[in-house]
T-cell receptor, first 111, second 114 residues
Framework: AQTVTQSQPEMSVQEAETVTLSCTYDTSESDYYLFWYKQPPSRQMILVIRQEAYKQQNATENRFSVNFQKAAKSFSLKISDSQLGDAAMYFCAYIGNQFYFGTGTSLTVIP | DAGVIQSPRHEVTEMGQEVTLRCKPISGHNSLFWYRQTMMRGLELLIYFNNNVPIDDSGMPEDRFSAKMPNASFSTLKIQPSEPRDSAVYFC????????????FGPGTRLLVL
């Protein structure tokens, strides 16, 4: 069965520093998609970044980038130059034949 | 674009009452998803529509839950009768075509069943 594990329930980072959120998943599928979503206190779920499993190149979106290791089934999110507005709950999601969301990592940004 | 619209934003009801949650997807999007988020279970997919047709409803908890999509611009999630354990935030999301595409979430409906 596919599962998504976010092993860090809480993380904190100093403003302007870099932080990495981890995500691992378990699957027997070869074709799937991985996402990082951000949920600020407003509870609106916002897409951060998307990665297709068939692409070797790591996705990048401005200050956000991923380290996708398909063989290791790892999909970590790196946030560079952290800003106060990055404080939120971050969810890793696996979408293949089924959908799985991780339990989330709560990120605090310290001014 | 207005984004995904959900109503109501908050709902408080008593056990046994019928609850109807509404969703308007982004215009032009062909796929619609209903999720439930709770502290205990996290974010769970309830049902997924493609071109107004339910594709996967395996996440619907039980017969008390039903979802419809009568047209491309409107969907409902109904709980009848409601129970306290249904208290959660219910999200609707839409995507251009299929679950592989980026899903855009609505603001959610916070449901409290007393």
């Amino acid at each position: 069965a596919q599962t998504v594990t976010q092993s860090q329930p809480e993380m904190s980072v100093q403003e302007a520093e870099t932080v990495t959120l981890s995500c691992t998943y378990d699957t027997s599928e070869s074709d799937y998609y991985l996402f990082w979503y951000k949920q600020p206190p407003s509870r609106q779920m916002i897409l951060v970044i998307r990665q297709e499993a068939y692409k070797q190149q790591n996705a990048t979106e401005n200050r956000f980038s991923v380290n996708f290791q398909k063989a290791a089934k790892s999909f970590s999110l790196k946030i560079s130059d952290s800003q106060l507005g990055d404080a939120a709950m971050y969810f890793c999601a696996y979408i293949g034949n089924q959908f799985y969301f991780g339990t989330g990592t709560s990120l605090t940004v310290i001014p | 674009d207005a984004g995904v619209i959900q109503s109501p934003r908050h709902e408080v009801t008593e056990m046994g009452q019928e609850v109807t949650l509404r969703c308007k997807p982004i215009s032009g999007h062909n796929s619609l998803f209903w999720y439930r988020q709770t502290m205990m279970r996290g974010l769970e997919l309830l049902i997924y529509f493609n071109n107004n047709v339910p594709i996967d409803d395996s996440g619907m908890p039980e017969d008390r839950f039903s979802a419809k999509m009568p047209n491309a611009s409107f969907s409902t999630l109904k709980i009848q009768p409601s129970e306290p354990r249904d208290s959660a935030v219910y999200f609707c999301a839409s995507s251009l075509l299929g679950y592989q595409e980026t899903q855009y979430f609505g603001p959610g409906t916070r449901l409290l069943v007393l």
